[in-house]
């Protein structure tokens, strides 16, 4: 269950940054189509994507400026899953949600597993 609500105020919080941004130009749309949705920084850098994969899963990326993944957020028939990751890419926090059951597990600096 707490996977579920992080999982779904991240993905609230998320949205609710990327479509205020979009505010800035002031257009209106009554819908977007797209295979994949990206968003980039001043440099052109890719900071943001939401695509689906082949096998069908929805993911909502964030990277930093270098590019590199420290936010992934999926959702597939078999449930959901958030993955925040740290300065060395190592997994700090995995929630999954799935009919079998949610699982939340946090990783501490030292490597140590809590699994809730």
Not at 5 to 19: D, E, H, N, R
Not at 40 to 63: C, P
Request: no cysteine; charged share 25%.
């Amino acid at each position: 269950m707490k996977a579920q609500i992080i999982s779904s105020l991240f993905f609230v919080a998320s949205m609710t940054i990327l479509l205020s941004a979009s505010h800035v130009n002031q257009q209106k749309f009554d819908k977007i189509t797209v295979k994949e949705f990206e968003v980039v920084d001043r440099n052109g850098q890719q900071r943001v994507s939401i695509l689906t994969e082949a096998n069908g899963e929805v993911v909502f990326r964030l990277k930093d400026a270098k590019g590199t993944i420290r936010v992934k957020l999926g959702a597939s028939e078999d449930g959901s899953g958030l993955v925040l990751l740290d300065d060395s890419t190592n997994v700090g926090i995995h929630a999954f949600a799935k009919k079998s059951g949610s699982t939340l597990i946090v990783i501490n600096k030292d490597g140590k597993k809590r699994e809730y």
